[in-house]
């Protein structure tokens, strides 16, 4: 007889199940999506997808709350943003905006989020392996909001003077700094 594994929220922040280590992670999950919506507002506004900080944000939730967590508190933003509340770049809000030519950056967080994730225990034992291993959530990243972003503004060289070139310097710093803090925070606390 086969064994079936039960869904439960309790499942994901295993070992620990006391409502107490439950209560402790809604609430990492609640502060990382107000963490988001707060560093969305920090930005350049370019048109039409504006340099913000949402992306460090993301990587810093993925290396210190996990996995888990971080998906979470991701998906929690998008929620909020989907639902109206005003934690998009510039205050915006609602569903239309996860339609629209940034729709692909919003929705590629989710991967990029897991992708570095999966990065933190290569970037202790060795930082540049985890910082590439950390670049490929910027491929995903980029070509998720690449390909609807063409979708409105045509394949073309434009797509990527608008899309990639502005946001190439800013993602390679901002994934450095996240990555270098995260190794060096683990590293004193391994001594």
Same mark, same amino acid.
């Given at each position: 007889?086969?064994?079936?594994?039960?869904?439960?929220?309790?499942?994901?922040?295993?070992?620990?199940?006391? =409502?107490?280590?439950?209560?402790?992670?809604?609430?990492?999950?609640?502060?990382?999506?107000?963490?988001?919506?707060?560093?969305?507002?920090?930005?350049?506004?370019?048109?039409?997808?504006?340099?913000?900080?949402?992306?460090?944000?993301?990587?810093?939730?993925?290396?210190?709350?996990?996995?888990?967590?971080?998906?979470?508190?991701?998906?929690?933003?998008?929620?909020?943003?989907?639902?109206?509340?005003?934690?998009?770049?510039?205050?915006?809000?609602?569903?239309?905006?996860?339609?629209?030519?940034?729709?692909?950056?919003?929705?590629?967080?989710?991967?990029?989020?897991?992708?570095?994730?999966?990065?933190?225990?290569?970037?202790?034992?060795?930082?540049?392996?985890?910082?590439?291993?950390?670049?490929?959530?910027?491929?995903?990243?980029?070509?998720?909001?690449?390909?609807?972003?063409?979708?409105?503004?045509?394949?073309?060289?434009?797509?990527?003077?608008?899309?990639?070139?502005?946001?190439?310097?800013?993602?390679?710093? =901002?994934?450095?700094?996240?990555?270098?803090?995260?190794?060096?925070?683990?590293?004193?606390?391994?001594?």
């Amino acid at each position: 007889m086969k064994a079936t594994a039960t869904f439960t929220f309790e499942r994901l922040f295993a070992p620990s199940l006391h =409502k107490s280590a439950l209560r402790t992670n809604a609430l990492a999950i609640v502060l990382g999506s107000l963490y988001l919506a707060v560093l969305s507002q920090v930005q350049i506004p370019l048109y039409p997808v504006p340099i913000t900080l949402q992306t460090f944000g993301l990587i810093t939730l993925a290396l210190f709350l996990g996995a888990n967590r971080a998906l979470l508190a991701v998906a929690l933003y998008l929620a909020e943003g989907a639902m109206g509340l005003p934690v998009f770049a510039g205050g915006a809000g609602g569903f239309a905006y996860l339609a629209g030519p940034t729709a692909g950056f919003l929705l590629g967080f989710l991967p990029y989020t897991w992708l570095y994730a999966k990065a933190r225990t290569r970037i202790v034992q060795n930082l540049f392996l985890g910082i590439f291993t950390g670049l490929l959530g910027e491929v995903v990243l980029f070509a998720m909001g690449l390909s609807v972003l063409g979708a409105y503004f045509g394949y073309n060289a434009m797509l990527l003077q608008i899309g990639l070139y502005p946001f190439l310097l800013g993602a390679v710093l =901002k994934s450095a700094l996240a990555v270098a803090s995260y190794h060096f925070i683990n590293k004193k606390h391994q001594a």
